[in-house]
Each structure stands twice: as C-alpha cells, then as structure tokens.
C-alpha cells in the first residue's frame, strides 16, 4: 500500500468526472444512476483516495446494521465506557461517533476522511461529572458546538462526526459507530451508507430475530460487490437457540458466497436489554476485540484488510464506470429529443408564417378593409395599425400552435417532466410579439423618411404614407399588388424597389427574430440543465486511464 502519486491522479481525475456528471432527467433508471454516483464520490472522497494518499492512517472499522441491532452497545463494550449513546428510543445514533486512540486523534480531527462532516469532540471529562450537563465542545476557533453530553442526549447539529478518544483500544484502530441503515429518518440512512464507504473494515450487526431481513443482507451483498473487508455478528442470541440460529445464519451466508465471512455470535444478556444502559461482558466481545487489535497489530493483517477493501472498491469501478456513463448518454439522448421537439415545431411554424405571407395572410379582416378604404375611407396611420396587428396575431398564433405540438411531443417522453414549463402562449409572449413588431413598424418609419429625404422637399410624399405602403405590398402578397404601383407613382420606381428590399430585409429580420426568440425561450429551461454529450466520454476515458495505472 506504498503510495503511488500516478494511480492517485488516476483516481482524482476519475473523481472529479464523476462530480461532474449531471442527470437531472426524470428518465428510467436515472434514480439509480443518481444513487451510483454518490457512491462512487462517497467512496473516492471518503476512503479511497485518502487511504492511497496516507496507507500507514489507522483501520476505520464502521459499525453498521439495522435499527435496534445493538450497535452502540458494541461500540461502547468494545471501548470500555459509554461513547456512543444507546436506548429503547429508535432511532438512537442520530450523529456517528468515531473513537480512536488518543495517540490517533490527528489523523481524525481534519478532513482526511469524511471531509463534509464538521468535527465535534468533547474535552476529558472527569468520570464523576454529571454527564447529562451540557458541554462546550471545541470546533474550529473554539465556537459551540451545541453538543449535548454523552449520556442520553443526541448532537443538536446535522451533518457532524463526534470525534472521541479512548486509550483502551489499541493503536491504528478506530470505530465508528453508524445511523442505522433502516432508519425511519432518510437523512440517517444516506449517512449511514456513506459511512460505510469510508471503511477498511464492514462490521455488519444483526440479531437472531432480524438476520434473514432484506436490509442487513443488502448491506452484506454490497460488500461482497466491493469485495469489502467484511465482519458479521449475530447479536442477542438466545441462549437455548443459539446452536441453531448460528447454523442457520452460517447456511444463509454460505448460499451467498460469504461462507468465509469471519463471524461472531454474542448471547442475550441483561446488559443486551433494559435499552443498552450497560456494557456487554469482557468475555462477550473478547473474540471480536481480539479480532479487530489483531488487524491492526499484525502486519500482514493489515496488509490484507487494506489491500483487499482497497482493492475491491478499484475493481468495482470497472463494472459500475460503463453504467454511469450509459446513463449519462441515455440523459443526453433524452435531452436531444426534447429539442428536436422544439426546434422541429418551430421551424414548422416559422416556414408556414412564410408561406401565410407569401398568400398575403396579413392583409386580411380589419387589414383588408383598411386597405380597400385607403385613401379614402382609411388614413395611412389606420391602414399602417391594422397591418402591425395582423402581422402580430400571425406570429402569435404560429408561436401558441408550436406550443401544441411541443406539448404533445414531449407527452410521450418521461424526461420532459424534468423541464420547467415556459414559454406558452401567455399575456407576456403576446406582449414581446407586440412590441417587436411596433419596433419594426418605427423602423420600417425612418426607412421610409431616409428616403424621402432623398426627394425634392416640394415634391416630397409622407413617409408614413410610404411606410404603409411598403409594409401594404410587403404583406399583402397578390391582395396588394396596387400597393407597389402607388410607392412607385409617389418616389419612382427606381426608389420603391430600393425601399421595398430594405423593407423585406428588415420583415424577415423581425419575423426570424421573433420566432427564434420564442424558439430559445422554450429551449432554455432544457438548456439550463446542461446535460452535454461530454461526460460520457470523459468518463470512459478517465477509467481507462486508471486501469493502466492500477
């Protein structure tokens, strides 16, 4: 376990392509993918790339079962005195207690391992103190920690390991005593599966009662994926039964590959019950403790336990790394669907606005009349208004019918649900139709009073005659075809054609404008998730690299 600075840049490049990977659509298999991906960062972060950087830090063994196992009680047994709290109440270990021997508080009291977690500890306190008396913990500059004392009172404060030190157990051991993996509180049982990824050692405890439940098997099966250092106990076993349940529950690990699982049986006893007020006998836990000084004090032990934990969790990356980045590729394939939806509605959409225009669709309704009245029985001001109105109720009827086929194309794909809902056809999308077409109307104006300008001032027409002119022979298709003799009569034909390209330049701007705008809107929310293509391969590349140097 010599440190290897290349397998431990191997190991943080894969680390940090992990951290990077993003699956926030609600597709199928994405929860697990999720669930993965903090394991393998809990992993990394919490035991792996810690214990390669630092091989000679002390055993973390983490104490780990089901609710009402006696889990605090062991810790406590084990230790000699009352560390960890334990009680009839469940669940009890709210916050995880490591203990280690005082010589190895260094090694704890940073952030090595379980860097999220805030250090916690209280000072040396004299046996005879009342325990129940709230005590001011050291963190960081001293500050409060708002911890209460050891004996019935749990931590006030979330997210914090309480570090405490015993010179009972020998040095290079530490224990940490672990939520419960079936707690009621999810926030228990997320932590508790994060604390056993930081371990060298998997100390799995259960009771007569409870060892053929599926929680605490879940917990074996996984350390035999990672191919953990793995410790079982059968707790609170009856005495009359306690030949048949140890048969039993060796037959039940034998079946699943864990036969050579070292196992520990310790009897019911009165310090079992009565809500763990006591600490077990010395010759209860003698095996276990002999067991556990044995792996630190023995070399090879040692060796073994670290290597073998070590180990497992490098070669399981290479089953778990292809997983999680075919779930990446399966979000970005989502992803490109939802925006193909999008983009092919609006450019639907858009290519049916050039046709309407083309048929003169603008000059229709109020429009027409206007037109037909003009000049007559309609100003230029009226004929010019109805046009803008016409121009921006084709827009936003293009936009609402867009929204329709987006809704019903992301009706069929489950990762939409993952996309805020933006950008339907609402008061405000009509409003930003309607001020970029009156900007286009001002704009289309001082066209047509740049070229009226150029015109003998006697001689010179209204330009915002002009303007409803050009915008009448710009959107009223075959329906307007007078609309280009008149422009032509008033500033020559020469003049007409030039105001009529700058015109259309300036329509097909704003109508491309309006529609992409519209367009990027909806796209947006998708694109806020940024789900990329990228980290599929960064991934695959990152464990290639790190099974070159393994």
Same mark, same amino acid.
């Given at each position: 376990?010599?440190?290897?600075?290349?397998?431990?840049?191997?190991?943080?490049?894969?680390?940090?392509?992990?951290?990077?990977?993003?699956?926030?659509?609600?597709?199928?298999?994405?929860?697990?993918?999720?669930?993965?991906?903090?394991?393998?960062?809990?992993?990394?972060?919490?035991?792996?790339?810690?214990?390669?950087?630092?091989?000679?830090?002390?055993?973390?063994?983490?104490?780990?079962?089901?609710?009402?196992?006696?889990?605090?009680?062991?810790?406590?047994?084990?230790?000699?005195?009352?560390?960890?709290?334990?009680?009839?109440?469940?669940?009890?270990?709210?916050?995880?207690?490591?203990?280690?021997?005082? %010589?190895?508080?260094?090694?704890?009291?940073?952030?090595?391992?379980?860097?999220?977690?805030?250090?916690?500890?209280?000072?040396?306190?004299?046996?005879?103190?009342?325990?129940?008396?709230?005590?001011?913990?050291?963190?960081?500059?001293?500050?409060?920690?708002?911890?209460?004392?050891?004996?019935?009172?749990?931590?006030?404060?979330?997210?914090?390991?309480?570090?405490?030190?015993?010179?009972?157990?020998?040095?290079?051991?530490?224990?940490?005593?672990?939520?419960?993996?079936?707690?009621?509180?999810?926030?228990?049982?997320?932590?508790?599966?994060?604390?056993?990824?930081?371990?060298?050692?998997?100390?799995?405890?259960?009771?007569?009662?409870?060892?053929? %439940?599926?929680?605490?098997?879940?917990?074996?099966?996984?350390?035999?994926?990672?191919?953990?250092?793995?410790?079982?106990?059968? %707790?609170?076993?009856?005495?009359?039964?306690?030949?048949?349940?140890?048969?039993?529950?060796?037959?039940?690990?034998?079946?699943?590959?864990?036969?050579?699982?070292?196992?520990?049986?310790?009897?019911?006893?009165?310090?079992?019950?009565?809500?763990?007020?006591?600490?077990?006998?010395?010759?209860?836990?003698?095996?276990?403790?002999?067991?556990?000084?044995?792996?630190?004090?023995?070399?090879?032990?040692?060796?073994?336990?670290?290597?073998?934990?070590?180990?497992?969790?490098?070669?399981?990356?290479?089953?778990?790394?292809?997983?999680?980045?075919?779930?990446?590729?399966?979000?970005?394939?989502?992803?490109?669907?939802?925006?193909?939806?999008?983009?092919?509605?609006?450019?639907?959409?858009?290519?049916?606005?050039?046709?309407?225009?083309?048929?003169?669709?603008?000059?229709?309704?109020?429009?027409?009349?206007?037109?037909?009245?003009?000049?007559?029985?309609?100003?230029?001001?009226?004929?010019?208004?109805?046009?803008?109105?016409?121009?921006?109720?084709?827009?936003?009827?293009?936009?609402?019918?867009?929204?329709?086929?987006?809704?019903?194309?992301?009706?069929?794909?489950?990762?939409?649900?993952?996309?805020?809902?933006?950008?339907?056809? %609402?008061?405000?999308?009509?409003?930003?139709?309607?001020?970029?077409?009156?900007?286009?109307?001002?704009?289309?104006?001082?066209?047509?009073?740049?070229?009226?300008?150029?015109?003998?001032?006697?001689?010179?027409?209204?330009?915002?005659?002009?303007?409803?002119?050009?915008?009448?022979?710009?959107?009223?298709?075959?329906?307007?075809?007078?609309?280009?003799?008149?422009?032509?009569?008033?500033?020559?034909?020469?003049?007409?054609?030039?105001?009529?390209?700058?015109?259309?330049?300036?329509?097909?701007?704003?109508?491309?404008?309006?529609?992409?705008?519209?367009?990027?809107?909806?796209?947006?929310?998708?694109?806020?998730?940024?789900?990329?293509?990228?980290?599929?391969?960064?991934?695959?590349?990152?464990?290639?690299?790190?099974?070159?140097?393994?």
């Amino acid at each position: 376990m010599d440190a290897r600075p290349q397998l431990i840049d191997a190991l943080s490049a894969l680390r940090d392509r992990v951290a990077a990977v993003r699956l926030p659509l609600p597709i199928p298999g994405a929860p697990r993918a999720r669930q993965t991906r903090d394991e393998l960062l809990a992993q990394l972060d919490d035991y792996l790339v810690p214990r390669l950087k630092e091989p000679e830090a002390p055993l973390l063994v983490v104490i780990g079962g089901s609710t009402g196992a006696g889990k605090s009680t062991l810790v406590n047994s084990l230790v000699g005195r009352r560390v960890s709290e334990a009680g009839v109440l469940r669940p009890t270990t709210r916050t995880p207690v490591l203990v280690c021997h005082p %010589d190895d508080h260094h090694w704890f009291a940073g952030k090595r391992v379980l860097p999220y977690l805030t250090r916690v500890w209280l000072p040396v306190q004299d046996e005879t103190e009342n325990a129940a008396e709230r005590l001011r913990a050291r963190r960081g500059e001293r500050e409060p920690a708002g911890v209460r004392g050891a004996k019935g009172k749990a931590e006030a404060e979330q997210d914090t390991l309480r570090v405490e030190t015993a010179s009972s157990l020998p040095r290079g051991l530490a224990l940490l005593d672990a939520p419960d993996i079936d707690s009621l509180v999810v926030e228990n049982r997320l932590l508790a599966a994060e604390l056993m990824c930081a371990a060298d050692v998997w100390v799995m405890v259960t009771t007569a009662s409870r060892y053929a %439940d599926a929680v605490p098997w879940h917990l074996l099966r996984t350390a035999k994926e990672y191919d953990a250092m793995l410790v079982t106990v059968l %707790d609170r076993v009856p005495h009359q039964v306690i030949g048949e349940v140890s048969r039993q529950y060796a037959a039940l690990l034998t079946k699943a590959g864990l036969g050579d699982v070292p196992r520990f049986t310790i009897p019911e006893l009165p310090e079992s019950a009565g809500g763990g007020k006591g600490l077990l006998p010395v010759n209860a836990i003698a095996p276990l403790y002999s067991w556990l000084a044995h792996r630190v004090q023995d070399p090879a032990a040692r060796q073994q336990a670290v290597v073998r934990t070590a180990g497992g969790v490098i070669d399981s990356l290479n089953a778990r790394m292809p997983g999680l980045a075919s779930a990446v590729a399966a979000q970005y394939a989502a992803a490109v669907r939802l925006r193909s939806a999008v983009e092919d509605a609006c450019e639907r959409e858009a290519e049916r606005v050039r046709r309407q225009l083309k048929a003169g669709a603008v000059l229709s309704g109020d429009a027409r009349t206007r037109w037909r009245g003009y000049p007559r029985d309609s100003s230029a001001a009226e004929l010019l208004d109805s046009l803008v109105a016409g121009l921006a109720a084709l827009l936003q009827c293009a936009v609402a019918a867009a929204d329709e086929h987006i809704q019903e194309a992301w009706r069929h794909e489950p990762a939409s649900a993952g996309v805020t809902a933006q950008g339907r056809l %609402d008061l405000e999308a009509g409003e930003r139709i309607g001020m970029a077409v009156r900007r286009w109307r001002r704009e289309l104006e001082e066209l047509a009073e740049e070229e009226a300008r150029g015109i003998e001032r006697n001689a010179a027409p209204d330009p915002e005659t002009l303007a409803a002119l050009v915008a009448t022979a710009l959107l009223g298709g075959r329906r307007a075809r007078g609309a280009g003799e008149r422009l032509a009569e008033r500033i020559g034909a020469q003049g007409a054609l030039r105001l009529r390209d700058k015109g259309g330049e300036l329509v097909t701007t704003y109508i491309d404008g309006v529609l992409h705008s519209e367009r990027d809107r909806r796209l947006a929310p998708l694109d806020s998730l940024e789900v990329a293509p990228e980290p599929q391969a960064e991934l695959i590349a990152a464990l290639s690299l790190l099974q070159k140097e393994k």
